[in-house]
């Protein structure tokens, strides 16, 4: 929970009512964490109900480091929701956010610059930037769901962040403002901002088909996170697919379930994978999160034999720069 302080000349800030943990340590009196995995993945959930009812002004955090049960600290999930013709509170952070229009039109102010977007948009909030979100419906809520991998930002010492009207304490200590040319990257200026539904096509995969909203081959201003679309048609599943990121899926439409095959390690004079005989069932359905966690092999399954399933998949891309694949075990 937070309540607003002022910080005078019009400005306010959030003030927690109890310490926010921003990321997790991890601790241990042995160097093998084998076993804290295997009993962490045996007691949390794979689905999370996310629903939102009619609530027309909320900014709340589904899935966040200081959450229990804890899930992940690759990926934080919220909701934005802003009532007809309103605004949010304008803020700035170092790390960036990817938003998927759920419902409404609207536009965001980022450094001064406008971006409209509508539902089934793909919006990026670059990182280093100052930004408002803005519902320009006089009669509809917008409602966003924001993908952060703010986590590890925070782990990497990148801390500066605040309301509008922050300045540094000490006024005297400092020079005069100048631009913050130290996050722009000349290349990056040229990227979109929003991503159209027909921007990117629609791909038959070994996973499924589906649609890109946020990787590297993406022209979207989001270096983070990875993004796309999955469609199951009536009665149909995604591939069975190994992966080392863990992954978040929303359930736009439909309902289904989820098979999770927990892999564990056995060392040699090698690194060897050792996957379970059996999976873990998860049902889930229309305003659920699907947590699937780090190195697992998983895949979903569409139940309704006359209406499509759609996921919004997301994942942390660093793990892709760490060297890790993805490896498609049935198509």
Not at 275 to 301: C, M, Y
Request: proline share 7%.
């Amino acid at each position: 929970m937070t309540q607003a302080v002022s910080r005078g000349e019009g400005h306010t800030a959030r003030l927690f009512t109890r310490p926010r943990v921003f990321v997790r340590g991890v601790e241990s009196l042995e160097y093998n964490l084998n076993e804290q995995r295997r009993r962490r993945l045996a007691s949390v959930p794979r689905v999370i109900p996310a629903r939102i009812g009619e609530s027309e002004d909320y900014q709340g955090a589904i899935i966040q480091p200081g959450n229990e049960p804890f899930l992940t600290q690759s990926l934080h999930i919220s909701f934005s929701i802003v009532p007809p013709l309103g605004q949010n509170e304008g803020h700035g952070h170092q790390n960036e956010a990817l938003f998927y229009i759920l419902e409404g039109r609207g536009y965001e102010l980022h450094d001064g610059e406008r971006y409209d977007w509508d539902a089934g948009d793909a919006v990026a909030v670059h990182n280093d930037s100052v930004h408002w979100h803005n519902n320009a419906d006089p009669e509809r809520r917008s409602v966003a769901l924001i993908v952060k991998a703010k986590p590890l930002w925070l782990f990497l010492g990148l801390w500066q962040q605040g309301e509008i009207g922050h300045k540094p304490a000490d006024d005297e200590r400092w020079g005069p403002p100048m631009d913050w040319t130290v996050a722009r990257v000349p290349e990056d200026l040229a990227l979109k901002k929003v991503i159209k539904p027909a921007d990117t096509p629609w791909e038959e995969t070994p996973h499924g088909r589906i649609r890109w909203l946020a990787a590297a081959h993406v022209p979207l201003r989001i270096k983070a996170t990875d993004a796309f679309l999955l469609a199951l048609p009536p009665s149909g599943r995604s591939g069975r697919r190994w992966q080392m990121a863990d992954e978040i899926c929303y359930v736009l439409e439909g309902s289904g379930y989820d098979l999770h095959w927990e892999v564990a390690l056995e060392i040699s004079d090698r690194y060897l994978a050792r996957v379970a005989l059996e999976p873990t069932r998860w049902e889930w359905k229309a305003g659920d999160l699907i947590w699937v966690p780090q190195n697992s092999v998983f895949q979903h399954f569409n139940t309704d034999p006359a209406t499509p399933a759609r996921l919004l998949s997301v994942s942390n891309r660093v793990y892709k720069q760490l060297g890790y694949r993805v490896v498609d075990l049935e198509p």
